[in-house]
């Protein structure tokens, strides 16, 4: 069976005030033939299906027709959770209509869906929060956390008398909820597992709404299911590696929607599963139609050539230009015309552009060449053959665990 993991569409975002939309609507176009070529039999949506509460008239159109072309009449399972930018009653408004598309929408943490028909497939069972399909003659059992804000976990815990669990902090809630949706895995069906979730140690990004405060809302590793063979995870923007003793992964976003996302290569996992084995995950590079960048340029007049030699690229540019007088409108005019999409024009002091340049360099710097530098100035002495050889083994150990999700 194969599974089709992505999030995080943030449909409708907008990026210095500029739409995002027609670049979202060919990544869902992208997205939709990906998915007819490898033969997905299920696609797994992690959360943040929308930027805001409130999305616009157009966002949801777009939503609607991914689905559309992603269900394909029934012929694939469609599973969807809300993220901490979803609002969950809006989300789940056209449920009416879905299920028998191939669609299910979860909203909140303890949510039950009856059995039913699911498109050409069915939902043999199911009860809080967790989901048991037949698929092509296959059972899959899929535990769902949407987005868990402490007021939902609250409620689903509620009705639980043990004074216990109530005083246990976020974090050991939300695993106290995994450990119960796990008595429903068999060892003879597909076991996977999907929420939105900030786990400890993942890597951020700014264009990520923070959903943990003082790390408040942080969960631990090991509070995610144990015998999970996938656990499909959304928020976090760089495709990653939650927790490979859990099997869990954040797909991450389809577009890079902050200058910390310029050097994110973009992917959707397609996962090959089967009951009782191990999954192999595959990462579906996706295509950079419109990437984001900054020029650090050292004149006003570096800026109109550095504009006019990028006249014709589709890209968006962050312009920071060293001066030591004020921008005047004519200046900001003419970089405008040159190039439309300068998202911001900011100028440097002499140190703040020697800084921005030295992290220019880094940036392009391979990982083993700032190992060397370091090195150099620590030991005051170049690395050995065996040194470099040991970082090496290091640098495609990480590779592997991070395209395979095995050690």
Known sequence: MRLLHTADWHLGKHLEGYSRLEEQEAFIDELIDIVDKNDINMVLLSGDIYDTFNPSADAEKLFFRALKGLSNGGERIICIISGNHDSPSRLIAPSPLTC???????????????????????????????LEFEINNERVVLLSLPYPSESRLNAVLGEIKDERVHSLD???????????????????KINIAMSHLFIAGGEESTSERPIQVGGGLTVSREQLPENSQYTALGHLHRCQTACSERNAYYAGSPLQYSSSEKNHNKSVSLVDIEAGKEVKIEQIALMNRKPIETWVVDSIEQAFEKCKAHQDRDVWAYLKIKT????????????????????????????????????????????RELFKEYYRRTKEMDPGEEVMNMLSRILNEKEELDETGTS
């Open 324 to 367: 030591d007088r004020p921008l005047l409108q004519s200046d900001i005019k003419k970089i405008k015309e040159l190039k439309g999409d300068i998202l911001s024009i900011i100028p440097l002091t002499f140190e703040e552009f020697e800084s921005e340049k030295k992290e220019e360099l880094m940036e392009e710097l391979d990982i």
């Open 100 to 130: 028998s598309q191939g669609i299910i929408i979860m909203d909140r943490p303890g949510f039950i869906i009856s059995p039913q028909r699911v498109g050409k497939h069915k939902l043999v069972s199911g009860g809080e929060g967790y």
């Open 170 to 188: 976020y974090s050991a809630k939300v695993g106290e909820i995994f450990a119960e949706l796990e008595k429903h895995y068999c060892e003879d």
